[in-house]
């Protein structure tokens, strides 16, 4: 089409200009086979442009900035402009799936009080255990704030470290000085997802499921903890 149109009449021709639009904009979506967290996004390719976000049924998207600009977006549509007045090109948009979990295995050597004078051994511990992000806002403070690594891969590796933290604890309050192969199946035995929960609640997450493996509930020889010289 020509930059200008011209439409007889019949008392003569009218000039039609013909203005271009607004570009159209880029329409993003998040696939939940990519992944429970996703992101970051960095907005600056996007700058001068629109960005038509698309969030379904149990997504949110979080933007960040070096300004210390925050929003929090809920399922829904949103037509942003990005710079130039809108969200800030040097943002970072996160997206997560609330309704969706993601597993973590972990396996670590971890003490545990094993002979009547209390004196600490360790023995080999593993399993794994599936999570859903509650409050997506303290999900990435605690977790993906100021952290270098895609999101849920840092994720994995923080939490297979938190896991064993919390069983040795729980095992030496539950077992006390009694921490004999029996007892420990026993009280790990009695441990649910949700006896979890007040632990993974500061990083705002909940735990719908956990496993432990038969390896650490059969008897295995300790290995006494090394003494410093």
Same mark, same amino acid.
């Given at each position: 089409m020509n930059d200008s149109d011209r439409l007889a009449t019949g008392s003569g021709a009218l000039t039609w200009d013909i203005m271009s639009g607004e570009q159209a904009p880029l329409v993003w979506t998040i696939d939940?086979?990519?992944? /429970?967290? +996703?992101?970051?996004?960095?907005?600056?390719f996007l700058n001068?442009?629109?960005?038509? *976000?698309?969030?379904?049924?149990?997504? /949110?998207?979080?933007?960040?900035?070096?300004?210390?600009?925050?929003?929090?977006?809920?399922?829904?549509?949103? *037509?942003?402009?990005?710079?130039?007045?809108?969200?800030?090109?040097?943002?970072?948009?996160?997206?997560?799936?609330?309704?969706?979990?993601?597993?973590?295995s972990w396996e670590q050597i971890i003490p545990v009080p094993h002979n009547e004078l209390c004196e600490p051994t360790t023995r080999l511990a593993s399993g794994?255990?599936?999570?859903?992000?509650?409050?997506?806002?303290?999900?990435?403070?605690?977790?993906l704030g100021n952290r270098a690594g895609e999101g849920e891969d840092i994720c994995r590796d923080i939490l297979a470290k938190v896991m064993p933290t919390m069983l040795t604890i729980r095992l030496a309050h539950a077992c006390g000085r009694e921490a004999t192969t029996a007892k420990q199946r026993? /009280?790990?035995?009695? *441990?649910?997802?949700?006896?979890?929960?007040?632990?993974?609640?500061p990083y705002g997450l909940s735990c719908t499921d956990m496993r432990i493996d038969e390896r650490f509930l059969n008897? +295995?020889?300790p290995v006494p903890v090394a003494r410093s010289v």
């Open positions: 939940p086979s990519d992944g /429970v967290i +996703q992101g970051p996004l960095d907005l600056c001068g442009k629109l960005l038509h *976000l698309v969030l379904k049924p149990g997504q /949110v998207a979080l933007l960040t900035a070096r300004e210390g600009r925050r929003a929090f977006f809920r399922d829904g549509g949103y *037509l942003l402009r990005i710079g130039a007045g809108g969200l800030p090109a040097d943002g970072l948009l996160y997206f997560m799936h609330t309704d969706r979990t993601f597993g973590i794994s255990f599936d999570v859903r992000i509650e409050s997506p806002v303290r999900f990435h403070a605690e977790m026993e /009280v790990l035995a009695a *441990l649910r997802p949700d006896d979890l929960n007040p632990d993974l609640a008897p +295995q020889q």
